[in-house]
Structures are given as C-alpha cells and as structure tokens.
C-alpha cells in the first residue's frame, strides 16, 4: 500500500526576500510594511510593488512586537449568549461593528458575559494586551465590567449613555436620543386623541429603558394632570415575553387602555399578540408604537409596527470609528477619554467625529443620534 503523498509545505517569503527584490535594507521594508515614517516614497513604492509581486504577508506576532498593536478588537456584549443571539438588535450592532473593522483591517473578538466569572475572565483578557480596544455595549447598572475594564487600561467606548463616571469622569460612549423618541412616540399617540397611554417598560437597570421611561413621563406630565397614572407604567425586559406578560397586567389593571407605547419593537411584538387575543383591534381598540424600527420584524408585524427609528447599525459603526481613531493615535487612552479623537466641531460646538450624522449631539463626551418616527398601521 502506497503511502499517501504529503505536499510540500510552502515556504513563505521573508522580509529579507522583499528587501532583496526591492533593493533596499531590511528595516526600510519593516518601516514600511509596520507604516511607519521616515522612508522616501520612491522607496516606499518599490517595497509595496516587491511585496506585491512576492505576496509577503507580515507575521502578525512579529508585527505586534514593533507596533504596539494587533489589528484585533473585542466586542463585550453584557449579556448571555441566549439572548444576544435571538434579539436582532444585537445582530444590527454587530454588523455595523463589523464593517467597520472590517474596511480598517481589523478582527473582531466578541466576548459575552453572563456571571461574575465571566467579568473575571473578560478582564483578564483584555489586560493581556491581546487587542487594541474594547466596544462594550448593553450594560446594566450595577455591573462591574466598567471599573474593571478601566483597571485592564483598554482604550474603550461604550454603547449607550454610561450610568455611571469612571475615576477620569464620564467615558466616551454612542447613544441615541432615547428620552427624545420616546417623547416623540407619545406625541403621536396623544396626537391621535388616545387619552390612556400606558407605557411597557425596558429593564430599569438600563439606561436607555430609563430614558424612554423619563421621556413618557415627559409628555403626560404636559397631557394630563398630576403628570399621568402610574398605573399606566408596567416595568418589562425588553423582550417579547415581556411585552406579553406585560400587556396582560396592564389590560387586567386598566381595560379602558387605549394606547401603549412600548419600550422597544420586540416587546410592541409580545403586546400585540396579547392584544389579539383579548380580541382588541389595533389601532381601532389601542393603538401601539414601539422603539427601533428593527426590519423587517417592524414591517412584518400584524399590523405592521408604527415605531421610533434609531439606526442601530450606525450606532455601531460610529463605535468602532471613535475606538479606531482613539487606538491609532500615541495618546490613545487619553484620545478616547477626552472625546478628541478625529474630532471636529458638533452642532453644540462640542467636539465630534467626522461622518457623524450633522443632527448629532455632542454632549461632553458622548454622541447621541437622532430619531424619527416610522409610521406604519398600528398607530
């Protein structure tokens, strides 16, 4: 029996063959191929074009060591993997985190938490120099991440509005204008002549489910007296389960409800069906707005989902935009900490990052993004 044949492995071009093909010194193709400076672009071209035609590929350990950095982010989502890969939300986000790396070189690492051991574990690695900068998003109040990735001195931006300040003040982070949607969510229901509005909370543990609350409560303060019955308040969790568990107490406790406004789109989904099956039309009976025009779940709803627009994907880009600039910069803790990497003047005059949506808000160091309302048949 004939062993089987083994290929040849296949010897990968060195830097000293690229030097040779391109007739200059080994540090001068290291320069270039690490970026960095001091090399005359006559030179600088003829090292590409070698490269190029050897198809040398940089050892990335190798290159590590000279510059400081891995080409690698991590992703820290704040949730278990259960629910980060059943809620789109998270899918939007991390596609607009994607391709941004992506467009820069850059790998993303995702890290999901969902017990004490996994914060110990997600801090020890990113002390370990394994990546450049964290993006770390949906957070809740009384988790530790925050003080201990501080503590790793991992350049960071968070997603949302931080419920807390870290030892060097508020930390850079990417919101969007939550308490303002909600306000303009309410508006329209009360615009339609709904005069019981209830609301379906987010988990209160979240910043943007306690903006949503405080924008609510902002409008029924204006549109009935003594700011509105708490009894129209039912605290949910983000999810359709929720929605409907919601929904349920809150048509026990008020039958005479004849708008909600629900925290986010997959909760509006849990309400409508609860809805249908006390047999109440939408909007007829109650009419229903969610948060997050999440698509095509939002068009695909029965009835399809009237909604406050807040463009998730952006909101992930943007992430990873301010993170690129922090970590390329010398300074890059301190880039990110004050909010001046690759700034330029905000509507407020505060600093913000160009190819920021111009109705941005600059508030300190974070940015806040607009919303809008997506009218559908449901209200």
């Not at 370990?128 to 998003?137: C, E, K, S, Y």
């Not at 508020?170 to 709904?194: C, F, M, S």
């Not at 409800?257 to 099956?277: H, I, K, M, Q, S």
């Not at 989902?305 to 807040?310: F, I, K």
Request: hydrophobic fraction near 40%; charge should be negative; proline fraction near 6%.
């Amino acid at each position: 029996m004939r062993s089987p044949v083994v290929p040849e492995a296949v010897s990968r071009p060195t830097l000293e063959a690229v030097a040779t093909r391109a007739g200059v010194s080994r540090a001068t193709v290291s320069r270039v191929v690490n970026g960095g400076y001091g090399v005359r672009e006559s030179l600088a071209e003829r090292v590409r074009r070698a490269v190029a035609e050897l198809g040398y590929v940089p050892n990335q350990a190798a290159r590590s060591l000279v510059t400081k950095r891995h080409d690698a982010v991590a992703v820290v989502i704040a949730e278990p993997e259960a629910r980060v890969f059943t809620d789109p939300f998270f899918a939007l986000q991390l596609r607009g985190i994607s391709k941004e790396l992506t467009a820069h070189d850059n790998q993303l690492v995702l890290l999901l938490t969902e017990g004490r051991d996994d914060h110990t574990r997600v801090a020890r690695y990113l002390a370990g120099g394994h990546v450049d900068g964290a993006l770390v998003f949906s957070l809740h109040l009384d988790d530790p991440l925050p003080g201990l990735i501080h503590d790793a001195g991992v350049p960071t931006v968070f997603g949302g509005r931080p419920g807390w300040r870290d030892r060097t003040g508020t930390p850079l982070y990417v919101d969007t204008d939550n308490r303002g949607g909600a306000r303009i969510a309410v508006r329209h229901l009360a615009g339609l002549g709904r005069s019981r509005i209830a609301h379906i909370t987010g988990a209160l543990d979240q910043t943007s489910a306690v903006d949503r609350l405080d924008g609510y409560r902002d409008v029924m303060a204006e549109t009935a007296e003594g700011g509105g019955d708490p009894s129209l308040v039912v605290e949910s969790d983000f999810t359709p389960a929720g929605g409907e568990r919601a929904m349920r107490e809150l048509l026990d406790r008020r039958p005479d409800v004849d708008a909600v406004f629900a925290a986010n789109d997959l909760t509006a989904l849990g309400a409508l069906r609860v809805l249908r099956e006390r047999g109440l039309r939408v909007p007829e009976d109650v009419a229903v707005v969610g948060f997050d025009d999440m698509l095509p779940l939002a068009e695909q709803s029965d009835p399809p989902l009237t909604t406050v627009r807040q463009d998730i994907e952006q909101m992930g880009r943007l992430m990873a935009r301010l993170l690129l600039r922090g970590a390329s910069a010398l300074s890059g803790t301190s880039a990110l900490r004050d909010g001046s990497a690759g700034a330029g003047a905000g509507p407020d005059g505060a600093s913000a990052p160009g190819g920021v949506d111009p109705a941005a808000r600059t508030p300190g160091p974070g940015v806040i993004l607009p919303t809008t309302l997506i009218r559908r048949a449901s209200a």
